[in-house]
């Protein structure tokens, strides 16, 4: 496990460990027009490529894609994709942890962090950032998976920003005295992504924008964007573990170190001012043609860690995290339950992310082919959203979801 500095920061350490584990029209070129980020991908279905974007003019915006620059990190960016046999595409964004001060951004995790460093947040791409590597979503083998024959792109996290910032942010190491600066750059290289993405994928019949943990921050936060890119697609969002539970104080935070971006036309011209506990709710109001559906399980360690961290600091604890976070997230998704076009879906248990299909029960079987809630397995209820008509698509809980278990903070 990553130890934290000093003893009482374990629990952040813990969590470290976890976050490091834890277009579509073939044979059709895409739009020629505006500069090339990036090689094509090939117009027939085929197996992962991995792509170098380049800076590029977007939008009257030179933006030059970068990971955090964390000190002792990598800067190099990159991404993925694959071109199915359907006209579907899947837009994934990865997870990772975030940081948002001097202390949480001098923790990052590379390549050379051993288990023992302390740690929080993706720094730089790692060697096991690799769609290639994963299961769930990404079995294409898989008969469960709704999605085996779809196009995927999938975008890699190292900017600490839940993919949603625009600002080189300067800190100070408050263990070290040392001033650094971050790379807050997670929506700029999306753009890049996306620029891409328009040059490579002609009016695909459906897009799926999700992502997990942190990425699924991201794929709210991009959704408006790859909806005005694919406006005649049938398009949905799904949050894999990342509800929006949040202290009062952290939005002011999100906006002045990240200066994060949210879209105007559907936030408005004040979109910062939009707390992250309602942009879900908003953004669902403001597609009602659309699906959109969120995944966690009842008592999240690796959300409620990161909600008291957020809370109380590195070592502080209020001793009722676990309490005030499964609680938010019960009453987060009461209100966004009120949009016709929102449905949830909650699974016993502490485990962290299913759609890569990294977590596994007891028996060593992946959750993303043995989770169920009310009767219901995970892969049939993300096969009903998906569906044309959504038949069977409705808000599922287990049944103890209520039981908070016994948690140290």
Same mark, same amino acid.
């Given at each position: 496990?990553?130890?934290? !500095?000093?003893?009482?920061?374990?629990?952040?350490?813990?969590?470290?460990?976890?976050?490091?584990?834890?277009?579509?029209?073939?044979?059709?070129?895409?739009?020629?027009?505006?500069?090339?980020? &990036?090689?094509?991908?090939?117009?027939?279905?085929?197996?992962?490529?991995?792509?170098?974007?380049?800076?590029?003019?977007?939008?009257?915006?030179?933006?030059?894609? =970068?990971?955090?620059?964390?000190?002792?990190?990598? &800067?190099?960016?990159?991404?993925?994709?694959?071109?199915?046999?359907?006209?579907?595409?899947?837009?994934?964004?990865?997870?990772?942890?975030?940081?948002?001060?001097?202390?949480?951004?001098?923790?990052?995790?590379?390549?050379?962090?051993?288990?023992?460093?302390?740690?929080?947040?993706?720094?730089? /791409?790692?060697?096991?950032?690799?769609?290639?590597?994963?299961?769930?979503?990404?079995?294409?083998?898989?008969?469960?998976?709704?999605?085996?024959?779809?196009?995927?792109?999938?975008?890699?996290?190292? =900017?600490?920003?839940?993919?949603?910032?625009?600002?080189?942010?300067?800190?100070?190491?408050?263990?070290?005295?040392?001033?650094?600066? /971050?790379?807050?750059?997670?929506?700029?290289?999306?753009?890049?992504?996306?620029?891409?993405?328009?040059?490579?994928?002609?009016?695909?019949?459906?897009?799926?924008?999700?992502?997990?943990?942190?990425?699924?921050?991201?794929?709210?936060?991009? +959704?408006?964007?790859?909806?005005?890119?694919?406006?005649?697609?049938?398009?949905?969002?799904?949050?894999?573990?990342?509800?929006?539970?949040?202290?009062?104080?952290?939005?002011?935070?999100?906006?002045?170190?990240?200066?994060?971006?949210?879209?105007?036309?559907?936030?408005?011209?004040?979109?910062?001012?939009?707390?992250?506990?309602? /942009?879900?709710?908003?953004?669902?109001?403001?597609?009602?043609?659309?699906?959109?559906?969120?995944?966690? =399980?009842? =008592?999240? !360690?690796?959300?409620?860690?990161? +909600?008291?961290?957020?809370?109380?600091?590195?070592?502080?604890?209020?001793?009722?995290?676990?309490?005030?976070?499964?609680?938010?997230?019960?009453?987060?998704?009461?209100?966004?339950?009120?949009?016709?076009? +929102?449905?949830? +879906?909650?699974?016993?248990?502490?485990?962290?992310?299913?759609?890569?299909?990294?977590?596994?029960?007891?028996?060593?079987?992946?959750?993303?082919?043995?989770?169920?809630?009310?009767?219901?397995?995970?892969?049939?209820?993300?096969?009903?959203?998906?569906?044309?008509?959504?038949?069977?698509?409705?808000?599922?809980?287990?049944?103890?979801?209520?039981? !908070?278990? &016994?948690?140290?903070?």
């Amino acid at each position: 496990m990553h130890k934290m !500095l000093g003893g009482p920061m374990g629990r952040v350490a813990a969590l470290a460990l976890t976050l490091a584990a834890a277009l579509v029209l073939p044979g059709c070129g895409g739009d020629d027009d505006g500069e090339r980020v &990036a090689a094509p991908l090939p117009n027939e279905p085929g197996g992962w490529t991995r792509f170098v974007p380049q800076s590029a003019t977007i939008d009257g915006d030179r933006l030059t894609p =970068t990971c955090s620059k964390a000190p002792g990190s990598k &800067a190099d960016f990159h991404f993925w994709a694959r071109r199915g046999s359907s006209n579907k595409l899947v837009v994934f964004f990865e997870g990772g942890g975030a940081c948002w001060d001097g202390a949480t951004c001098a923790l990052p995790i590379t390549a050379a962090t051993r288990p023992t460093d302390p740690a929080l947040y993706k720094a730089e /791409i790692l060697p096991t950032d690799d769609p290639t590597q994963y299961a769930g979503v990404f079995k294409l083998d898989d008969a469960a998976n709704p999605m085996k024959d779809w196009s995927i792109v999938y975008v890699p996290y190292c =900017t600490g920003d839940i993919h949603s910032g625009s600002k080189t942010a300067s800190y100070v190491n408050p263990f070290t005295q040392q001033p650094y600066q /971050i790379e807050h750059r997670g929506a700029d290289n999306f753009r890049l992504v996306l620029h891409w993405m328009q040059q490579n994928f002609v009016r695909p019949e459906q897009v799926l924008v999700t992502g997990s943990s942190a990425g699924a921050y991201g794929a709210t936060t991009h +959704y408006p964007r790859i909806r005005t890119a694919f406006p005649a697609a049938r398009a949905a969002m799904l949050g894999d573990a990342g509800q929006g539970v949040v202290p009062a104080a952290w939005d002011a935070v999100r906006n002045a170190n990240w200066n994060f971006q949210l879209d105007a036309q559907v936030y408005g011209a004040n979109a910062q001012s939009t707390p992250t506990t309602d /942009i879900v709710r908003r953004l669902a109001a403001a597609y009602p043609g659309d699906r959109f559906a969120q995944y966690t =399980t009842a =008592t999240d !360690l690796v959300q409620i860690q990161f +909600y008291d961290v957020q809370s109380n600091g590195l070592s502080g604890t209020q001793g009722t995290a676990c309490q005030a976070w499964t609680e938010g997230m019960l009453a987060g998704l009461a209100t966004q339950q009120a949009v016709p076009n +929102y449905r949830s +879906y909650v699974a016993a248990g502490t485990t962290h992310t299913l759609l890569r299909g990294t977590s596994r029960d007891a028996a060593g079987v992946p959750l993303f082919n043995r989770e169920a809630s009310a009767g219901v397995r995970f892969t049939d209820w993300l096969g009903a959203l998906l569906s044309d008509s959504g038949s069977g698509w409705a808000n599922r809980a287990c049944a103890d979801c209520g039981t !908070l278990p &016994a948690c140290p903070f």
